[in-house]
């Protein structure tokens, strides 16, 4: 079965850019997503198509996918961005997450 | 206002069965594909199914195939997973979910509704 990795963790300074990677076999062959949970929420679609933002999405928020690695970049990182981020992609009619990445603004 | 709104989670036993509902509005139901994430307390997102805009294709997640049946009726614009056989390991939140445009992600989730599988 496919399978998307993400790092557990990653750690921002306030205004300083982000950036995560989820990491699957020719991910850059499919269409790569990025969703935003934070604690006691829904998630939130923040990137789909490997690069486009959903209507309300602020433009700091960017990804790129090539090769075996999709990437979520937020610029300008803020302390409402400290989130959990998981990244989706669809192989052969099946969806799957990676295992989501807790980002810290400190 | 688009949302979706599920419902029918609460504390079953092993091997019991269990129907979640989810209540679409403010969109038009019958175009999109619609999908069940689940999320288990403290885990990550997963996923567990899709279906197509009629009901006539379906798809699942390798841990629930078989004992799990995503449906839809279109006319009362409704959501619906019937859970059997249910495990422990079944314990979790339960999303429905709005894909976007074909293969575009998903922009709409419910709340969530939580299904407890123990004795």
């Known amino acids: 079965s496919y399978e998307l990795t993400q790092p557990p963790s990653v750690s921002v300074s306030p205004g300083q850019t982000a950036s995560i990677t989820c990491s699957g076999d020719?991910?850059?062959?499919?269409?790569a997503c990025w969703y935003q949970q934070k604690p006691g929420q829904s998630p939130v679609l923040v990137i789909y198509?490997?690069?486009k933002r959903p209507s309300g999405i602020p433009e700091r928020f960017s990804g790129s996918n090539s090769g075996n690695t999709a990437t979520l970049t937020i610029s300008g990182t803020q302390a409402m961005d400290e989130a959990d981020y998981y990244c989706?992609?669809?192989?052969?009619?099946?969806?799957?997450f990676g295992g989501g990445t807790k980002l810290t603004v400190l | 206002e688009v949302q979706v709104v599920e419902s029918g989670g609460g504390l079953v036993q092993p091997g019991g069965s269990l129907r979640l509902s989810c209540a679409a509005s403010?969109?038009?139901?019958?175009?999109?594909?619609m999908h069940w994430v689940r999320q288990a307390p403290g885990k990550g997102l997963v996923w567990v199914s899709r279906?197509?805009?009629?009901?006539?294709?379906?798809t699942y997640a390798d841990s629930v195939k078989g004992r799990f049946t995503i449906s839809r009726d279109n006319a009362k614009n409704t959501l619906s997973l019937q859970m059997n056989s249910l495990r422990a390991e079944d314990t979790a939140v339960y999303y429905c979910?709005?894909?976007?445009?074909?293969?575009?992600?998903?922009?709409?989730w419910g709340k969530g509704t939580t299904v407890t599988v123990s004795s």
């Open positions: 979910a709005r894909e976007a445009i074909f293969a575009a992600g998903m922009d709409v």
């Open positions: 020719k991910l850059g062959d499919k269409y």
């Open positions: 989706q992609a669809w192989d052969s009619s099946i969806w799957v």
């Open positions: 403010g969109f038009t139901f019958s175009s999109h594909w």
């Open positions: 279906i197509n805009l009629d009901g006539s294709s379906t």
């Open positions: 198509q490997n690069r």
